[in-house]
């Protein structure tokens, strides 16, 4: 039979972690701050607990995904008798520096405690593909809840400081959030012409697969290395070109804050003598002095 394991916080991602857990096999306890909630849950078989004290001790491994780690924070606290002696598996979205407070508490606790990113939406939860990444300082405890965790996702462990599965994820997103702005640009300097996005959808994907193909790699050995010269594209043609994007979008009757920062960023570069370099030296340009 398969261990028992307890979610609290059943929102969209809690609510489908609980049910892959119930999928798997595993006897799940539910515990949510709005009741109601537990409902399509206990049909699927897990044991809704009234109080989250009951539900943390029904089982030696406890996930949570709330809001923040706030919310996290204010549930565990009161709680730290129940769960002196678990496992806290925390899969809310939060910075590395929460993860490692969390961490300092659980262990003045007696409790361990392992953060988590989740790289998928909830509907992505027990598919292929998805996969969650955790850190903390007790490697053993991931390893004896490790087969458990994978009914919901891959596992990754990235290491024993509890901030890097944060920083692992916050890292990822930050790619995927610079996506999002240049996406929405694109769409918005297309559209005002009238052209349907799904007529250039196509093209906006491969341009973006191929690009990403040569710009992350590329980036990585050149930070890696430290040599930043290229004879790609370097940010003096870049920094000239940029303002045909501002005259462009202000043409169209578009609006420029996403990339009046990047027209910033890569006059500094110039200003500081990088006009040479290629894009990959931006990176280093976001250190605060
Ligand atoms: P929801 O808004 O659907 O759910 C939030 C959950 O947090 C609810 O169960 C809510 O309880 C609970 N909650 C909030 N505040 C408190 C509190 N003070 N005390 C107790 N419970 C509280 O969010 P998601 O489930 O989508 O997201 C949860 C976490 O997962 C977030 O950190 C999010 O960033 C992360 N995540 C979400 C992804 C997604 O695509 N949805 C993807 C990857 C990560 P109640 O029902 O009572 O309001």
Not at 5 to 24: E, F, Q, R
Request: aromatic content about 6%.
């Amino acid at each position: 039979t398969q261990s028992p394991v307890t979610v609290l916080g059943l929102g969209l991602m809690g609510s489908a972690l609980a049910a892959a857990l119930l999928k798997a096999g595993h006897a799940t306890t539910v515990w949510n701050r709005t009741a109601a909630k537990t409902g399509p849950l206990a049909a699927q078989g897990a044991t809704p607990a009234v109080t989250a004290k009951d539900a943390i001790e029904a089982a030696p491994l406890v996930i949570v995904c709330l809001t923040t780690n706030d919310n996290v924070r204010a549930l565990l606290e009161p709680e730290a008798t129940a769960l002196k002696g678990r496992t806290v598996v925390n899969l809310t979205n939060g910075s590395p520096a929460q993860a490692r407070e969390l961490a300092d508490w659980a262990a003045a606790h007696g409790i361990t405690y392992i953060d988590g990113g989740i790289m998928a939406v909830p509907q992505m939860i027990a598919t292929p593909g998805a996969y969650i990444l955790y850190s903390g300082r007790d490697e053993a405890a991931f390893a004896t809840h490790r087969e458990t965790l994978s009914a919901l996702a891959d596992t990754k462990w990235v290491g024993t400081d509890p901030g890097l599965a944060a920083l692992y994820d916050l890292s990822l997103l930050t790619g995927m959030y610079g996506m999002v702005m240049g996406v929405s640009q694109a769409y918005a300097l297309i559209g005002s012409e009238g052209i349907p996005a799904r007529e250039f959808a196509p093209l906006l994907t491969d341009f973006i697969v191929a690009m990403t193909h040569g710009l992350v790699p590329g980036g990585a050995e050149a930070l890696d290395s430290g040599r930043h010269l290229t004879d790609v594209s370097n940010l003096a043609m870049n920094r000239q070109a940029f303002a045909n994007f501002t005259s462009a979008f202000n043409e169209q009757g578009l609006r420029t804050d996403l990339f009046d920062p990047l027209q910033d960023l890569l006059d500094r570069a110039v200003e500081q003598g990088h006009g040479a370099d290629g894009l990959s030296r931006l990176a280093l340009l976001l250190k605060k002095d």
